[in-house]
């Protein structure tokens, strides 16, 4: 059942964005607003056509009426079609909207002169117009049709004070049925319009989080390798060395930089080296715990850090192992390539407690490590004696 329901709400959308521009369907929230708008003309229209099909079944008018009536359907589902023309061609809602409320209001005024003037029961219809702003256009709009609707109304009190002879083209004893029609067909479109916006709102709430998630990932994330970025890195090196102070524990802190990377760059171009980069991350996320935390800090840099360490021995067997998996050959536009690692480390709290620290004898020991040629350094203070 619940697929069904999917299904169908995937087709309805389907419908609705056939109406919208596409350029419209790349901003979330322009999206929204447009699919209420739609959603709105088409449950209006869908209420104009019942009334129209069940009326003559219903009710009694005359046949100057009858016409009158047609008349006004007819302008009614103009004005919808001419709200989904303007809004498919140009994307500008808000003239949609307003050419969509424009007809409600002229239609639904100016019947009331025919339907018996201050008692007309097309009058309810009018109320539609705030609310209906409301949804396409916010405060501002639901106020001017909000005033609208009462300058008509004001109006034709004005004209019953002033004796004016409103035509009556429902007979006598169909009034009462015809105020009840309205009344439905106007609680229908309310119920329509608002099942509608909390939908679509409930959606829309999904749209904005699911991008803000998004925001937060990219801002927090290396675009490339979809790694913790510095800031990040920063952020969990603070984690670290809260958790290892409140548990007495130790951390391993591992700087890694890519020797030769600048070459294979330039040799086979930066879309081989962003290949590059992808396949060292993989390899690095492969060789580490979950609990550790691995961030890329620079352009062929990255660093990792190892929670919960038990001696420099586990660090030291770690290191060697992240060296040959970086090591190993890799294909790259059809060129077999190799690459080094220079490794530098650093343990907390037995090289410094201080974070900034902490790093750059990580950042000394993985010089060394380069200028050595050796796949790994531990910090040590005979380093730079």
Not at 25 to 50: H, K, M, P, S, W
Not at 123 to 151: D, K
Not at 174 to 198: E, H, K, P
Not at 218 to 230: E, F, G, V, Y
Request: overall charge positive; hydrophobic content about 50%; glycine content about 6%.
């Amino acid at each position: 059942m619940l697929q069904l329901i999917d299904r169908f709400k995937e087709i309805w959308l389907f419908i609705l964005d056939l109406f919208i521009p596409q350029v419209q369907a790349l901003d979330g929230e322009a999206l929204y607003r447009d699919r209420i708008l739609v959603n709105i003309n088409f449950a209006i229209l869908f209420i104009v056509i019942t009334i129209g099909i069940l009326i003559p079944y219903l009710i009694s008018i005359t046949s100057a009426g009858a016409k009158i009536a047609n008349i006004l359907i007819i302008l009614l589902m103009s004005g919808i079609s001419l709200s989904l023309a303007v809004l498919r061609i140009t994307g500008q809602s808000l003239i949609a909207a307003n050419i969509l409320l424009t007809v409600i209001w002229a239609v639904f005024f100016f019947s009331s002169f025919y339907f018996g003037g201050a008692l007309a029961p097309t009058l309810p219809a009018l109320f539609l117009l705030p609310l209906i702003a409301a949804m396409l256009g916010g405060t501002r709009l639901s106020v001017v049709w909000t005033v609208m609707m009462i300058m008509s109304l004001l109006v034709l009190f004005y004209l019953v004070k002033t004796g004016y002879q409103f035509e009556q083209i429902i007979i006598n004893e169909n009034f009462s049925t015809a105020w009840i029609i309205i009344l439905l067909a106007v609680g229908v479109v309310i119920s329509s319009v608002v099942t509608i916006y909390a939908a679509l709102n409930r959606s829309l709430r999904k749209v904005l989080s699911k991008k803000n998630e998004l925001l937060e990932f990219l801002a927090s994330h290396d675009p490339l390798t979809k790694l913790p970025n510095r800031r990040n890195f920063y952020h969990h090196l603070d984690i670290a060395s809260k958790r290892a102070r409140r548990y007495e524990q130790r951390f391993g802190l591992l700087m890694i930089d890519l020797n030769g990377f600048k070459g294979i760059n330039d040799t086979y171009g930066h879309r081989a080296g962003d290949l590059l980069l992808l396949n060292i991350a993989t390899r690095l996320r492969l060789s580490v715990r979950q609990t550790d935390m691995i961030a890329r800090i620079g352009g062929d840099e990255f660093v990792i850090i190892l929670d919960n360490i038990d001696s420099e021995e586990q660090v030291g067997a770690v290191a060697k192992k992240l060296f040959k998996k970086i090591e190993k050959p890799m294909l790259l536009q059809q060129a077999t390539v190799e690459l080094k690692a220079s490794i530098g480390a650093a343990i907390y709290p037995d090289h410094g407690c201080d974070l900034q620290s902490l790093q750059e004898k990580a950042d000394k020991a993985m010089y060394v490590s380069k200028s050595r040629t050796e796949p790994y350094v531990l910090w040590e203070e005979q380093l730079f004696a």
